[in-house]
């Protein structure tokens, strides 16, 4: 199945804490909070920053997940191409199967 930018997006939102980001209407937005949650500041994330986002949430994986995961971005990947370069959907895909997220 094929999904949109927005609706990958919106899953990444959903396996990252809250305090970390989150998912506004069509904006993926930074969470940061100063001057304890007085004063707030959203800074939108940007699509150069979207690997670092899996990364993130790979980062939290046991050797299990990061098993499945290997597994799904194979199954994503075309023939011949190297699991370090899937994309960020690819890897939002995958990561998604791995943590049971409906995307």
């Known amino acids: 199945m094929t999904y949109t930018d927005e609706q990958l997006k919106k899953t990444l939102a959903k396996m990252l804490p809250n305090e970390i980001t989150y998912y506004s209407v069509t904006t993926f937005y930074w969470n940061r909070q100063f001057i304890a949650g007085i004063f707030h500041l959203a800074l939108r994330v940007l699509d150069a920053e979207l690997l670092h986002l ?21 199954k994503l990947i075309p023939y011949g191409k190297m699991l370090f ?16 997220i409906e995307i």
């Open 54 to 74: 899996c990364w993130m949430v790979e980062d939290d994986f046991n050797s299990k997940q990061q098993d499945n995961y290997g597994k799904e971005l194979y």
């Open 85 to 100: 370069s899937a994309t960020w959907q690819q890897r939002v895909t995958a990561l998604a199967k791995v943590k049971g």
